[in-house]
């Protein structure tokens, strides 16, 4: 681990445009700082509205006169194969690159940042391959051709939590379907994203077709807006995501939204205990609970209330707090300062509301360096709590009593978010039929983790659209009917 942690500094001064590394045309950079030790990681230019301006130019001109706009599938199936292996040769140091960055424990890391882009390209070139673009169907008048069409220049903006996979949710779709791409990364991971460039360079991948400026909110708008992009990919805050909407219904352009969460698992009276405990890691604190999907309400019955709460909180001060680059290591920091304050602002409100302390709630007293907070559980909350509506996006977990399953599902239910969720209980069936019950985009009964093959995103405020599967694929064609003669 010592040795992981002497990592050299890493410079990302210019950014990925048009296939070349470009100066950027302001003076503004961020300098990355290591979540688990404050030391300085690296420093990287931000982009401005010039420079996103450049990079859609690129992108357009890749897609409209270059050869992708042209290419058949196979031919991009082939070069994603390529970007897939450059990848894979690159993932162990940009899963420790990441788990630097923001936190994220490194066997996490390395699932999510190292193994899981590389396996989506393959997965979306395979599926590319085997659909049929232009579907010939017999109509009164004669023949009609349905086309899947590339949506055109997707601008694809990405939040820190897991920089690599969810930037692959956009970009593998967006070139299985033939689309040139815009990727604006978070500033709070800011040097990561540049890995997809070494690979692309080194796959083949035509000039301009995946360009990646990184860049700050006023920026982002720009990519927003700007008048060649065709479709927005964006995962983020729904606060974010609102006005990302509302620009975009304006133009009338296409837009995907991945946003936040505060589901809820609902352990059922018949449930067993143990199995709850080993489905909590995935489920409720992934990734130091920096994870859309964090099960951050737990709905326990009333009969079984003192027995769930002891089990969570048994659960959350057993967790060990350190540094993601160590293996035993299962809850990191926070990803910044900024954020700390934000989860430590939150536990102060939950302290404030009555809701009773059970862990954590404070600074680990052995680390003195570092933007940690101890895994958190309150008891007796409600779920008109300010904790139980508002995403805190950090390891803090309210137990909300229910009576009855009528009233889990009304509870679980009851949030402006509908992203997640699980049901535990002895009766697989039982559970099922909770789960239907539960308005989320995503549900487990008896665990969850996330499977990279099926849709996934949020109903509510937790989303527009979806990622991943054929149903992720979609959101990057046009349809167009050819009416033809036999
Ligand atoms: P954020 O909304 O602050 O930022 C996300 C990205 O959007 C960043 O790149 C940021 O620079 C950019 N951005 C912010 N405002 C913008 C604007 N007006 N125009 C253009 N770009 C803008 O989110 P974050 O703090 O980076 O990420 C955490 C949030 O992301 C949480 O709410 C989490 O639930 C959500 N998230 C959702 C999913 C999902 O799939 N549903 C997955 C991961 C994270």
């Given at each position: 681990?010592?040795?992981l942690?002497?990592?050299?500094?890493?410079d990302r001064?210019?950014?990925?445009?048009d296939?070349r590394?470009?100066d950027?045309?302001?003076?503004e950079s961020?300098?990355a700082?290591?979540a688990?030790t404050?030391?300085?990681?690296?420093?990287?230019?931000?982009?401005t509205?010039t420079?996103?301006d450049i990079a859609?130019?690129?992108?357009?001109?890749a897609?409209?006169?270059?050869p992708?706009?042209r290419?058949t599938?196979?031919?991009?199936a082939e070069v994603m194969?390529r970007?897939a292996?450059a990848?894979a040769?690159r993932?162990?140091s940009?899963?420790i690159?990441v788990?630097?960055e923001?936190?994220m424990p490194i066997?996490?890391s390395?699932?999510?940042?190292?193994?899981?882009?590389?396996?989506?390209l393959?997965?979306y070139?395979?599926?590319?391959e085997?659909i049929d673009?232009e579907e010939s169907r017999s109509s009164?008048?004669?023949?009609?051709?349905?086309?899947?069409?590339p949506v055109g220049?997707v601008g694809?903006?990405t939040?820190?939590?897991?920089p690599?996979?969810?930037?692959?949710?956009k970009?593998?779709?967006?070139l299985a379907?033939g689309c040139?791409?815009?990727l604006?990364?978070?500033?709070?991971?800011?040097?990561?994203?540049?890995?997809?460039?070494e690979?692309a360079?080194?796959?083949?991948?035509?000039?301009?077709?995946?360009n990646i400026?990184?860049?700050?909110?006023r920026a982002?708008e720009a990519?927003?807006t700007?008048?060649l992009v065709?479709k927005?990919a964006f995962t983020?805050?729904?606060?974010?995501?609102?006005?990302?909407?509302?620009?975009?219904?304006?133009?009338?352009?296409?837009c995907?939204l991945?946003?936040?969460?505060?589901?809820?698992a609902?352990f059922?009276d018949?449930?067993?205990?143990?199995v709850?405990v080993?489905?909590?890691?995935?489920a409720?604190?992934m990734?130091?609970g920096?994870?859309?999907?964090?099960?951050?309400?737990?709905?326990?019955p009333r009969s079984r209330y003192?027995?769930?709460?002891?089990?969570?909180a048994g659960?959350?001060s057993?967790?060990?707090v350190?540094?993601?680059?160590d293996?035993?290591?299962?809850?990191?920091?926070?990803?910044?300062?900024?954020?700390?304050a934000r989860v430590?602002?939150?536990?102060?409100?939950?302290?404030r509301?009555?809701?009773r302390?059970?862990?954590?709630?404070?600074r680990?007293a052995?680390?003195?360096?570092?933007?940690?907070v101890?895994p958190?559980?309150?008891?007796?909350?409600s779920n008109?709590?300010?904790?139980?509506?508002?995403?805190v996006?950090?390891?803090?977990?309210?137990?909300i009593?229910?009576?009855?399953?009528?009233?889990?599902v009304?509870?679980a239910n009851?949030?402006n978010?509908?992203?997640?969720?699980?049901?535990?209980?002895?009766?697989e069936?039982?559970?099922?039929?909770?789960a239907?019950?539960?308005?989320?985009?995503?549900i487990?009964?008896?665990?969850y983790?996330?499977?990279?093959?099926a849709p996934?995103?949020g109903?509510?405020?937790?989303?527009i659209?979806?990622?991943?599967?054929?149903?992720g694929l979609?959101h990057?064609f046009?349809?167009k009917?050819?009416?033809?003669?036999?």
């Amino acid at each position: 681990m010592t040795q992981l942690t002497q990592q050299a500094i890493i410079d990302r001064r210019q950014f990925f445009i048009d296939g070349r590394w470009t100066d950027p045309t302001g003076t503004e950079s961020h300098t990355a700082v290591e979540a688990a030790t404050e030391a300085p990681l690296g420093t990287a230019a931000l982009g401005t509205e010039t420079d996103i301006d450049i990079a859609v130019r690129a992108a357009r001109t890749a897609l409209d006169d270059g050869p992708w706009g042209r290419s058949t599938a196979h031919e991009r199936a082939e070069v994603m194969r390529r970007l897939a292996d450059a990848l894979a040769k690159r993932a162990e140091s940009t899963s420790i690159l990441v788990s630097r960055e923001n936190g994220m424990p490194i066997a996490l890391s390395s699932a999510f940042n190292g193994v899981a882009p590389a396996a989506l390209l393959r997965v979306y070139a395979d599926l590319i391959e085997s659909i049929d673009l232009e579907e010939s169907r017999s109509s009164p008048q004669g023949i009609t051709l349905v086309r899947k069409e590339p949506v055109g220049v997707v601008g694809a903006i990405t939040p820190w939590n897991y920089p690599q996979v969810l930037a692959m949710f956009k970009i593998a779709p967006a070139l299985a379907a033939g689309c040139t791409i815009v990727l604006k990364p978070s500033p709070e991971t800011a040097l990561d994203s540049y890995v997809f460039a070494e690979a692309a360079q080194e796959a083949g991948l035509p000039a301009g077709v995946l360009n990646i400026v990184l860049a700050g909110r006023r920026a982002g708008e720009a990519l927003v807006t700007h008048p060649l992009v065709d479709k927005i990919a964006f995962t983020g805050s729904t606060a974010a995501g609102r006005e990302i909407g509302s620009q975009c219904g304006r133009l009338i352009r296409r837009c995907t939204l991945e946003l936040g969460g505060k589901s809820a698992a609902i352990f059922l009276d018949d449930g067993d205990i143990e199995v709850l405990v080993r489905g909590l890691g995935a489920a409720s604190f992934m990734n130091n609970g920096q994870t859309c999907t964090t099960q951050s309400r737990i709905l326990a019955p009333r009969s079984r209330y003192d027995e769930v709460v002891d089990a969570v909180a048994g659960f959350a001060s057993g967790l060990r707090v350190g540094n993601p680059l160590d293996p035993e290591v299962t809850c990191g920091p926070m990803a910044s300062e900024t954020h700390l304050a934000r989860v430590n602002g939150h536990i102060d409100n939950a302290r404030r509301s009555g809701a009773r302390l059970i862990t954590g709630g404070r600074r680990p007293a052995d680390l003195e360096k570092g933007w940690f907070v101890e895994p958190t559980v309150f008891a007796d909350v409600s779920n008109d709590d300010e904790i139980a509506r508002t995403e805190v996006f950090g390891p803090v977990i309210a137990v909300i009593p229910y009576e009855g399953d009528d009233e889990a599902v009304r509870i679980a239910n009851d949030s402006n978010y509908g992203l997640a969720g699980s049901v535990w209980s002895s009766d697989e069936d039982r559970a099922r039929s909770i789960a239907r019950r539960i308005r989320t985009g995503t549900i487990g009964v008896n665990r969850y983790d996330i499977d990279l093959g099926a849709p996934f995103g949020g109903m509510k405020d937790s989303g527009i659209g979806r990622e991943l599967g054929f149903e992720g694929l979609h959101h990057y064609f046009e349809y167009k009917s050819m009416y033809v003669n036999p």
